[in-house]
Structures are given as structure tokens and as C-alpha cells.
């Protein structure tokens, strides 16, 4: 298009011309939004071969991901609250005020927030919501940040920020350490690291100290992530270079070993889900071996039997065999079956803590206990020879009569001691 297309206007029709394609553009920014919300919502990035629908917008609609990031989380915010595609429709709230303000939006408040949003700009968006949603002051501190370390740019890997990006959440997007290219073979790495992760680092430099006496962190990063490989790739894939025979087992789901490797190998450690215009899934995290014909007809788990997936189109195959709502039952019985191991190991673990509590509260009374010469049996025991373990037991024993006078708890002990309940005990220093 011409940049001088439009020269011949007179400054009035050309401001109109302006103001009436921006009204065109808010229309099609709305409509794109409930589009996207849509496709988002039938998962039909999935058959197309997309492990999310930020995938999608990125490799098939071409956003870049700061686009494709904003008008996810509008359009999911315009899914849950009715106004919004009005609001941008009407250019009373631009796309960024959208997604400020998603957060906060509930059915009660969210027409009365987009109206009090109208016209405002970032700024004033969030001075609104500092004073609808106060935050308690920061504490007056001043504290060492380890210095970010310069080794890297911008990573836009769909595969490693598809998972956050699953249907039904509108939040704002945090920001993403960076890594950028610097030339064909060199990038810029920054990250911001925890003290715990810089000690970690500062420690491998020193286990490092021979081979690499520069300590230079480029070289120490590449040696640790070779060795992280080769823990990860065994972890993964059972990866070795000296493989052994593999025990068989009765477990129709066991995958030997040698078939995940060949498969990984095969595949490329990428999910081989293709979509219906030929496009190969791009994700490379959170790989599952998949069963080509599932379990439960009785699909065996041969190198030809068991492909790479993500998680996103293993589910969506098994939605295709089994049907959406026999897989949706399946994973609420599972998150059901999660819920109630976790309340199981809850009670399991106040029990324990009571026994511990409670065992700690005798201990503390049976010391009590002994330091109080007017009231413990253990000294008279220990006089008559008694061992100091059997005195304490004798002593616990007679916690069940704590008023009565020490000579009745002494003859009782005694009593204890040589009754069956317990052991007769040897006076220390006699033949057992």
C-alpha cells in the first residue's frame, strides 16, 4: 500500500478516515478475540497439530508472543465475563487494560469495573485497581540480590510455554528470563537466581577448579549441562551405552527399556502427532510414550507399537478412541483417587505427630519425674541395683497412681518388675 494514498485529503476528511478505521479496527479486534476464544475453547489447536493455543497463534497465525500472549488472556477473559468484547468493540477499553484488569474481574464487579476502565489509559487503569484492590504497604528493607548472569535473550520456545498457557486461565503474564542470539553461534543468557542456586554454581566452578581453571561460567554451564544430559536422558529414556537384558514383565503398561530408546531415537524426542494439513507437532517437554493401540485393546509395547506424545495430544488421542466424557470420568475418578491419598497421608501424618507429641510430653513428665526426689521411684530402684532403662519403664508404669505415697509406687515398680508384664531384671553386675 501507498504511504501516499492518502495525500489528496483535506485535513477534516482525513481525521474522519482515521477515526472511522480505528472504529474498524476495535470491531475486528473484538471479533478476532471471540475467535480466538472459540478455537481455544474446541482445543482444535490440537488436530491441528499445536500443543496449545499459544502455539497455534504463534507458528500458525503468526503473532509474535507478546501478541499472542495479550489476546489469549483477553479472549479468555471475554469468555468468562460478559462486556468485555463490547468494551473493546467500542474502543472503551483497549487490550492491555483487558488483560490488567482480567484478574479482578468477577460476574458481580466486571461491568462496573469496565465502565469505571473507560477511556483510561495503563497508567490510570492502575491507579483504578490500586484503589479498588488495595495492597498493604511494602516493608522499609534493603536487601543483597545475587546480580543477574549476562549469558543469554529471549527464549520463545513454544514447547517450553505451551504448558502455561492451558484453556481457562486469565491471569497476567510474568515476566521470562531472555536469551537472544548474539551471532550464528553464540546467544546471551540473563537470569535472575536464588542465593541456594548461585552457591550450587559457585560450588561446581570450584569441583571444576582442574579442568576448567578460568572458572569461565560459559564453560562451566556447557560441562554441567553435558553431565545433566546424560542423568536426564537415562531418567527419560533409559539412555546407555551399555545395555542389558531387560526382565520381562507381566504388566501389559511396562515399556522396556530398549523400545523407549529406540522410539526416542526415532522420533527425535519430539511429538510425532501430525495435524490434519501435514504440520508435526512442535513440543519437545513433557514427552509420554503412547501406545499406538491402547492398553486396553490390547496394544503391545513393541518398537512399532509405542510412539512420542505430549500430554496435550496423548489425551486427545485417547478423547478420539475412548470419547471426551469417558476420558473426562477417568481423570475426575483419578483426581478423586489423588484427593483421598492426600487426605489419607494428612491423617496418617497428624497421627504420627500426636504419637511423637505424645511420647515427647511422657518422656518430659518421666524426667520430671526423676529430678523430683519426693516423688520418683527411680533413685530407690537405682539403689536397689536396678537397671536405669527397667527403673524408667517401672517408673512410666507407675504414672497411673501419680497421688500415691512414693512407698506404695516403689512396691508397685517392684511389683511391675517381677510380674509378667515385665521382665524380671538383674540387679547390675550379676551373671544374666
Not at 124 to 141: G, V
Not at 343 to 357: F, I, P
Amino acid at each position: 500500500m501507498n504511504i501516499r494514498a492518502f495525500s489528496h485529503l483535506g485535513n477534516q476528511a482525513l481525521l474522519r478516515r482515521l477515526a472511522e478505521e480505528l472504529a474498524h479496527q476495535h470491531v475486528s479486534t473484538a471479533t478476532l478475540l471471540a475467535l480466538i476464544a472459540e478455537v481455544d475453547e474446541r482445543l482444535l489447536y490440537l488436530p491441528a497439530g499445536y500443543p496449545s493455543m499459544y502455539s497455534y497463534c504463534v507458528h500458525e497465525l503468526h503473532l509474535t508472543r507478546e501478541a499472542a500472549l495479550k489476546r489469549i488472556h483477553a479472549a479468555r477473559a471475554a469468555r468468562q465475563f460478559e462486556g468485555v468484547l463490547d468494551a473493546v468493540a467500542e474502543g472503551r477499553v483497549h487490550l492491555s487494560g483487558v488483560v490488567m484488569l482480567a484478574p479482578k474481574l468477577t460476574p458481580e464487579n466486571a461491568g462496573e469495573l469496565l465502565a469505571a476502565a473507560t477511556h483510561k489509559t495503563k497508567a490510570e487503569i492502575e491507579l483504578l485497581l490500586a484503589e479498588r484492590f488495595p495492597q498493604p504497604d511494602l516493608p522499609t528493607r534493603m536487601e543483597a540480590l545475587a546480580p543477574p548472569l549476562t549469558l543469554g535473550g529471549d527464549h520463545a520456545d513454544v514447547q517450553e510455554q505451551s504448558k502455561s498457557h492451558a484453556p481457562g486461565r486469565v491471569e497476567s503474564p510474568a515476566p521470562w528470563p531472555k536469551v537472544a542470539p548474539l551471532s550464528a553461534e553464540h546467544y546471551a543468557l540473563q537470569v535472575t537466581i536464588r542465593r541456594g542456586t548461585h552457591d550450587k554454581l559457585r560450588y561446581v566452578q570450584a569441583l571444576l577448579g582442574h579442568a576448567v581453571p578460568s572458572a569461565d561460567l560459559a564453560e562451566v554451564l556447557d560441562r554441567t549441562l553435558d553431565a545433566a544430559i546424560v542423568q536426564l536422558e537415562k531418567r527419560k529414556f533409559a539412555a546407555t551405552s551399555r545395555p542389558r537384558p531387560q526382565r520381562c514383565s507381566s504388566s501389559p503398561r511396562h515399556i522396556p527399556a530398549s523400545v523407549k530408546r529406540t522410539v526416542w531415537e526415532r522420533d527425535g524426542g519430539q511429538c510425532s502427532f501430525v495435524g490434519e494439513a501435514g504440520n508435526r507437532c512442535p513440543a519437545r517437554t513433557r514427552m509420554e510414550f503412547d501406545h499406538v493401540d491402547p492398553v486396553a485393546r490390547r496394544g503391545e509395547a513393541t518398537v512399532e507399537g509405542i510412539r512420542l506424545r505430549c500430554r496435550a495430544h496423548n489425551q486427545y488421542e485417547a478423547e478420539c478412541v475412548f470419547g471426551a466424557g469417558f476420558m473426562s470420568d477417568k481423570r475426575a475418578e483419578a483426581a478423586a483417587a489423588r484427593a483421598r491419598a492426600a487426605e489419607a497421608r494428612g491423617r496418617k501424618q497428624a497421627t504420627e505427630a500426636e504419637a511423637r507429641s505424645q511420647a515427647a510430653a511422657e518422656r518430659a513428665r518421666a524426667e520430671a519425674a526423676e529430678q523430683d526426689p519426693e516423688r520418683s521411684v527411680v533413685p530407690w530402684l537405682l539403689q536397689l541395683r536396678v537397671r536405669m532403662d527397667d527403673a524408667r519403664r517401672a517408673a512410666a508404669y507407675c504414672e497411673s497412681i501419680p497421688d500415691a505415697p512414693l512407698e506404695q509406687r516403689v512396691m508397685m515398680a517392684l511389683g511391675y518388675l517381677a510380674s509378667s508384664r515385665g521382665r524380671v531384671v538383674k540387679p547390675v553386675g550379676t551373671a544374666a
